[in-house]
């Protein structure tokens, strides 16, 4: 079974730029990684997805190196608001594609 | 619809009871996965249906726990003789496309839960 790994917690200031990473050893060949936020009492939502390089978009970032084994969520100039629980999410080598595995999740806290 | 609607959003039910938890995924989406959340937690995958089969059941915690999915759209989880371990919120998720496609964009969305407490 796929295991990924990120850091429980992380602690920030606004304004500044937090960098969150994912392991992930064992991340299927055609499957991308994407990245999710969830805030208390909600469903994760979408923040970005990407297979290898770099994706931007209009609230972050993702550096995935050319192995794949792991990904780098990047948040620039972090708000109060964006205090949550970020998970990656990849395919399931072991199990052909059926089982998607989250994280466990790193909820990051962002102070003034 | 515009998103995928969950159903009941809260169920308190006691102990013994069956439940049934609802999702109606978005329009058009053909893979549906169900996902639990106990307090604190994180996400543990339950099942996944691509159009109305369900590939791999082995994430249903125990055989109290089932899934159907009908006409390729809503799909409901019923939990038979509730336990308060049951307790979560239950969310549910939908994609275009099945995973391990490779296709770029194909995003799973996820509703807003069904919050279930078992007393």
């Known amino acids: 079974l796929a295991k990924t790994t990120q850091p429980i917690s992380m602690d920030s200031y606004e304004g500044q730029e937090v960098n969150i990473t994912c392991s992930h050893n064992?991340?299927?060949?055609?499957?991308?990684i994407t990245w999710y936020q969830q805030f208390p009492s909600q469903g994760p939502r979408f923040i970005i997805q990407g297979y290898k390089t770099k994706v931007t978009n209009e609230v972050a970032s993702l550096f995935i190196p050319a192995d794949r084994k792991s990904s780098t969520l990047s948040l620039p100039r972090v708000s109060l608001s964006d205090t949550a629980v970020y998970y990656c999410?990849?395919?399931?080598?072991?199990?052909?594609?059926?089982?998607?595995?989250f994280g466990t999740g790193t909820r990051l806290l962002v102070s003034p | 619809g515009a998103g995928v609607s969950q159903s009941p959003s809260n169920k308190v039910t006691e102990k013994g009871k069956d439940v049934e938890l609802r999702c109606d995924p978005i329009s058009g989406h053909t893979a549906l996965y169900w996902y639990r959340q106990s307090l604190g937690q994180g996400l543990e995958f339950l099942i996944y249906?691509?159009?109305?089969?369900?590939?791999?059941k082995s994430g249903l915690p125990s055989d109290r726990f089932s899934a159907e999915r009908t006409g390729g759209s809503v799909s409901t989880l019923t939990i038979q003789r509730t336990q308060q371990e049951d307790s979560a919120v239950y969310l549910c998720?939908?994609?275009?496309?099945?995973?391990?496609?490779?296709?770029?964009?194909?995003?799973?969305?996820f509703g807003e839960g069904s919050w279930l407490t078992v007393v």
């Open positions: 998720a939908s994609s275009f496309l099945g995973v391990g496609t490779g296709v770029s964009g194909n995003t799973i969305y």
């Open positions: 999410l990849v395919g399931d080598e072991d199990t052909g594609f059926q089982k998607l595995v």
């Open positions: 064992n991340i299927a060949t055609n499957d991308y």
């Open positions: 249906f691509q159009g109305n089969s369900a590939p791999d």
